[in-house]
């Protein structure tokens, strides 16, 4: 079991992170990602409860309340009107992208952000960014909550095209150059998109044999609730052959932690975070395992179990893409060699300056928070 550090263990471990990220910069400046192989739209709203003229409109305030409510309406049909926050860059790829690159990363993103011709929104991704385009974006719908979001897409062409596709339409010659000039690949969102396994095979054949040096791999699943233990099963035997080859940390929420242990060990968790997560790294055959969740994150490698709470945030600007920039941060801790323990609070740092202003932050920003949490 990890034990929650205490305030003057918190404070120690975020000086000595901001001492290392003093001279972060000119360091990320030099390193390259390339990720793929998602891309949508985004509409983030909130569904409204009530309405009377001449006041603001109530919201359900979290997804449970939203639940009771249609259930209440049982038999019956119903109407709910939306209110648009925002027409946002969306998918793990873009997202994750986005936040590396406002971090100083140049990244390679290989996706669906439009084709022939890149989609608008997307002009809005971080100049950093490199775009490689096979597809048209699929658009999402994020209903959020207080305690969580509801994300109804729709994949348009993502569930069409394959490894094949990618090859056509970006080149492999150019697809081997993107990665074999990266210290770090991050493949993301194998949930959503139906061609993912077949995408992963041909990294695995056509890629990986062509690349010359110790290039890590970052991977997350997303929600793989809608998929069956079988593809979930192949998608954890590519990531074993994967990690044959490079250094691979897998990276799962909490709701993707669950669904694992239930397609591995056959029966639900009634586990603790941290009991999960040595359960799933003993299964898993990857060099670390990250799994984080609304309260705190929890990383296992070679060295051991950590743990870190997350930075609590009273009003959030935003909440879909969180995820993403938790991931962003941690990795770009990964790329500055910061141990597993550092690059758990820079994950939660990053997260939570984007929570707090709905953009993705800089360095400068993350530490300002970071400084801002020692005065606490």
Same mark, same amino acid.
């Given at each position: 079991?990890?034990?929650?550090?205490?305030?003057?263990?918190? @404070?120690?471990?975020?000086?000595? !992170? !901001?001492?290392?990220?003093?001279?972060?910069? @000119?360091?990320?400046?030099?390193?390259?990602?390339?990720?793929?192989?998602?891309?949508?739209?985004?509409?983030?709203?909130?569904?409204?409860?009530?309405?009377?003229?001449?006041?603001?409109? $109530?919201? +359900?305030?979290?997804?449970?309340?939203?639940?009771?409510?249609?259930?209440?309406?049982?038999?019956?049909?119903?109407?709910?009107?939306?209110?648009?926050?925002?027409?946002?860059?969306?998918?793990?790829?873009?997202?994750?992208? @986005?936040?590396?690159?406002?971090?100083?990363?140049? #990244?390679?993103?290989?996706?669906?952000?439009?084709?022939?011709?890149?989609?608008?929104? +997307? %002009?809005? !991704?971080?100049? %950093?960014?490199?775009?490689?385009?096979?597809?048209?974006?699929?658009?999402?719908?994020?209903?959020?909550?207080?305690?969580?979001?509801?994300?109804?897409?729709?994949?348009?062409?993502?569930?069409?095209?394959?490894?094949?596709?990618?090859?056509?339409? =970006?080149?492999?010659?150019?697809?081997?150059?993107?990665?074999?000039?990266?210290?770090?690949?991050?493949? #993301?969102?194998?949930?959503?998109?139906?061609?993912? $396994?077949?995408?992963?095979?041909?990294?695995?054949?056509?890629?990986?044999?062509?690349?010359?040096?110790?290039?890590?791999?970052?991977?997350?699943?997303?929600?793989?609730?809608?998929?069956?233990?079988?593809?979930?099963?192949?998608?954890?035997?590519?990531?074993?052959?994967?990690?044959?080859?490079?250094? #691979?940390?897998?990276?799962?929420?909490?709701?993707?932690?669950?669904?694992?242990?239930? $397609?591995?060990?056959?029966?639900?968790?009634? &586990?603790?975070?941290?009991?999960?997560?040595?359960?799933?790294?003993?299964?898993?055959?990857?060099?670390?395992?990250?799994?984080?969740?609304?309260?705190?994150?929890?990383? !296992?490698?070679?060295?051991?179990? @950590?743990?870190?709470? $997350?930075?609590?945030?009273?009003?959030?600007?935003?909440?879909?893409?969180?995820?993403?920039?938790?991931?962003?941060?941690?990795?770009?801790?990964?790329?500055?060699?910061?141990?597993?323990?550092?690059?758990?609070?820079?994950?939660?740092?990053?997260?939570?300056?984007? =929570?707090?202003?709905?953009?993705?932050?800089?360095?400068?920003?993350?530490?300002?928070?970071?400084?801002?949490?020692?005065? &606490?």
């Amino acid at each position: 079991m990890t034990e929650h550090l205490d305030a003057s263990a918190k @404070h120690s471990a975020i000086e000595s !992170l !901001l001492s290392r990220l003093e001279k972060a910069e @000119h360091v990320l400046g030099t390193k390259k990602v390339t990720a793929g192989f998602d891309g949508f739209v985004d509409t983030i709203v909130r569904i409204i409860k009530k309405k009377k003229e001449g006041k603001s409109p $109530t919201f +359900f305030r979290s997804k449970e309340q939203f639940g009771e409510y249609i259930i209440e309406k049982e038999g019956t049909s119903f109407s709910l009107e939306l209110e648009e926050k925002s027409a946002r860059i969306g998918g793990n790829m873009p997202i994750l992208s @986005h936040a590396l690159g406002s971090l100083g990363i140049q #990244v390679n993103c290989i996706g669906a952000l439009g084709y022939p011709k890149t989609a608008p929104i +997307f %002009r809005k !991704l971080s100049p %950093r960014c490199h775009i490689y385009s096979f597809a048209d974006p699929g658009t999402s719908t994020a209903m959020e909550f207080e305690n969580g979001k509801i994300l109804l897409g729709q994949m348009g062409e993502l569930n069409a095209l394959g490894w094949k596709d990618v090859k056509e339409k =970006i080149g492999l010659e150019t697809i081997i150059s993107l990665f074999r000039e990266s210290q770090l690949f991050c493949l #993301v969102n194998w949930s959503e998109i139906l061609m993912s $396994t077949d995408i992963w095979k041909g990294v695995l054949q056509d890629i990986l044999p062509n690349l010359e040096g110790a290039q890590s791999v970052f991977i997350d699943l997303s929600d793989c609730s809608q998929r069956s233990d079988e593809s979930i099963l192949e998608a954890l035997y590519l990531i074993r052959q994967i990690s044959r080859k490079r250094r #691979v940390t897998l990276g799962l929420n909490k709701n993707e932690a669950n669904r694992l242990y239930e $397609t591995l060990f056959k029966k639900k968790s009634k &586990k603790e975070l941290d009991q999960i997560a040595e359960k799933l790294f003993s299964k898993l055959d990857v060099h670390g395992l990250v799994i984080h969740s609304s309260f705190e994150a929890i990383a !296992l490698d070679n060295k051991g179990i @950590h743990r870190f709470d $997350t930075f609590f945030i009273e009003n959030p600007a935003i909440l879909t893409g969180a995820g993403d920039n938790f991931n962003a941060g941690f990795c770009t801790g990964q790329l500055l060699d910061l141990d597993t323990a550092q690059s758990l609070i820079l994950g939660h740092a990053v997260a939570a300056d984007f =929570i707090q202003k709905g953009t993705s932050p800089h360095l400068f920003d993350v530490s300002r928070f970071l400084y801002e949490q020692l005065k &606490k």
